[in-house]
């Protein structure tokens, strides 16, 4: 926008410029013809009625007609030619129309050293016959003036658009910062720093605000609806298939199938769910933690959750899936914990580690590789063993994060998460 603005002031002053070219060379056209046509009055004094030339008037006038070197005049009439040696030819005249001009004609040659001249032109009629009175001055006379006129002229021209072009700059840049206000909130929404841009916008703008609020809100209703879709779905799936796999564990062929079965419901549920991951969300792990605490605490009063987390510590994760996510681990830790479990967490680099440990059995490392694994569900099997570690571990993989199972320092299940820092 501001190249093409430019560009057609740049454009604007030139036809300007050429304009005020024009002009002024007409005017010295005009005061050039005025003193041709003085030169042509002064020459007139000097023909009687006759067509003589009066060779004493002529020279008391010839002072005035000698105005420099290149300036020349010529008397043609029954008597012959006088005047300048080297008047130039002309060309010819244009033809006359119905009524043939009283006045002075203007006319246009070339000397003999190929400079342009511009001479006026006037006929007498005599009782002898005509007389042509001819006086010419080099064009030098008007292109001097114009070309020294000009340069000023296209300075200032310059002056002008540079100006132009700085004030366009200038209301350019104060006439789009709402535009890159707007830009911004729109990329902060994209960022998950913000759910909504202002609608405080100008009266062109304030539209456009409104329309992409409510695209945002449309996108997180959908997001909201499927994400809820994929979890009742996954909470209804979840019992019915285990029990089918707990009534066929004796029978091989169809437990085979059942697995399958429950292989595949997985593996398209967690399509469905991370299609679905907000990936701008930014959930604060202190505040996530409180509240899984005091409801985990209150399901299982025998347990004591020691809680370390640091209030600035904000992960990358819904707040939904954070709390499915945390609270299968501390409900897993709580019901195998002989009296204590700690919720602790820290930042490194880019990343958020939390670790949820109990003092209970905990599960030996032949094991914890498999009870973690997707489709294996050591708590629907009846060992009370790891409750949640499977579907805590799918969660987490969608979110780019991971899951590792270790032993606890006081001989416990140790559970350490790392997650995206927001």
């Given amino acids: ?66 105005a420099g ?31 043939a001009p009283q006045g002075p004609r203007p006319r246009e040659g070339v000397a003999g050293n190929e400079a342009a ?92 605000a409104a329309e992409l609020n409510a695209l945002a809100a449309d996108n997180a209703a959908a997001l909201a609806a499927a994400r809820g879709a994929a979890a009742n779905l996954a909470h ?21 199938q059942v697995e399958r079965i429950d292989r595949t419901i997985r593996h398209h549920l967690a399509r469905a769910r991370a299609a679905a991951i907000d990936r701008r969300a930014a959930t604060s792990l202190r505040s996530a933690a409180v509240g899984l605490v005091a409801a985990v605490g209150a399901l299982h009063r025998e347990a004591r959750i020691t809680l370390d987390v640091p209030a600035d510590l904000v992960v990358a994760i819904d707040p939904q899936d954070l709390d499915e996510l945390l609270g299968n681990l501390l409900d897993n830790a709580a019901r195998h914990a002989e009296g204590h479990v700690v919720l602790r967490a820290a930042r490194d680099g880019r990343w958020v580690a939390v670790e949820v440990s109990d003092d209970g059995p905990g599960i030996p490392a032949a094991e914890r590789d498999r009870v973690a694994r997707p489709g294996t569900r050591l708590d629907e099997r009846g060992d009370g063993h790891g409750f949640g570690l499977a579907i805590a571990s799918e969660l987490v993989t969608l979110y780019g994060g991971a899951l590792a199972l270790g032993e606890a320092s006081g001989g416990g299940l140790a559970a350490r998460l790392t997650l995206p820092s927001a």
């Fill in 117 to 208: 001249v511009h001479a006026r032109e006037l006929v007498i009629a005599t009782s002898r016959g005509d007389v042509t009175l001819s006086a010419a001055a080099p064009r030098s006379v008007v292109r001097r003036p114009i070309e020294g006129a000009l340069w000023p002229l296209l300075g200032a021209l310059a002056v002008v658009a540079a100006v132009l072009t700085a004030a366009l700059l200038v209301q350019l840049r104060v006439g789009l910062a709402p535009l890159r206000r707007l830009r911004d909130q729109v990329a902060a929404i994209r960022g998950g720093a913000r759910a909504r841009v202002e609608e405080d916008q100008p009266s062109e703008l304030r539209p456009l």
């Fill in 1 to 66: 926008m501001l190249i093409v603005s430019a560009l057609a002031t740049a454009l604007a002053l030139a036809l300007a410029g050429a304009a005020m070219a024009g002009l002024l060379g007409r005017f010295v056209v005009e005061g050039l013809d005025r003193r041709l046509d003085a030169e042509l009055t002064l020459l007139a004094s000097a023909i009687d009625g006759d067509g003589r030339v009066d060779r004493a008037r002529l020279e008391r006038v010839r002072g005035a007609l000698d």
């Fill in 69 to 99: 070197p290149e300036w020349r005049w010529r008397i043609a009439g029954p008597d012959g030619v006088l005047g300048s040696a080297d008047f130039p030819p002309l060309d010819p005249a244009p033809p006359a129309g119905p009524i």
């Fill in 236 to 256: 209804a799936l979840k019992t019915p298939v285990a029990a089918l796999a707990l009534d066929l564990r004796d029978r091989p062929e169809q437990a085979a």
